[in-house]
């Protein structure tokens, strides 16, 4: 099975602490996405995750709230228990931790922390979805040289 490395969004949309509700909302509309990781410092490449808001945080959280989407940033609700994985681990290891985590994101991180991706619930749900079509097809063949064989 695919690393989770290898499934990944390879380029997922960040924000630093210090963005805005109001500018995190039009980022995620700009990029067809439903949350931005949260990082500290950018500079070099170097980004390090921190947290994550979702469009329901946004909802739920500010707006519904009626708190100032233009005042209160990404850090002030970003969930502060960021739950990553990393890149070397498989597709079962995340929905496993996704499960135990109830999260349906996961940053995905190399050895020393730093970000390299986004892996969704969907994402894993499109390479299960494969491996149990590629396991039906082996039955299907094994049956197949079975009554060949038997002729």
């Known amino acids: 099975m695919a690393t989770v490395g290898e499934i990944c969004m390879r380029d997922p949309v960040i924000a630093l602490r210090e963005t805005?509700?109001?500018?995190?909302?039009?980022?995620?509309?700009?990029?067809?996405?439903?949350?931005?990781?949260?990082?500290?410092?950018?500079d070099e490449g170097l980004r390090l995750p921190v947290g994550i808001v979702t469009d329901r945080d946004l909802v739920v959280e500010v707006l519904a709230t009626g708190l100032d989407p233009e005042t209160i940033t990404v850090g002030d609700i970003m969930d502060p228990s960021l739950v990553t994985i990393a890149a070397r681990n498989d597709a079962t290891s995340a929905v496993h931790l996704m499960r135990v985590k109830a999260v349906r994101r996961l940053p995905v991180v190399n050895d020393e922390g730093r970000l390299l991706g986004l892996v969704?619930?969907?994402?894993?749900?499109?390479?299960?979805?494969?491996?149990?079509?590629?396991?039906?097809?082996t039955s299907r063949l094994e049956q197949s040289r079975e009554a060949r064989q038997r002729r």
């Open 120 to 137: 969704s619930f969907d994402d894993l749900l499109d390479v299960i979805t494969e491996e149990l079509q590629n396991l039906a097809e």
């Open 20 to 42: 805005t509700a109001a500018a995190a909302a039009k980022i995620m509309r700009e990029n067809h996405v439903g949350s931005v990781i949260v990082v500290d410092r950018m």
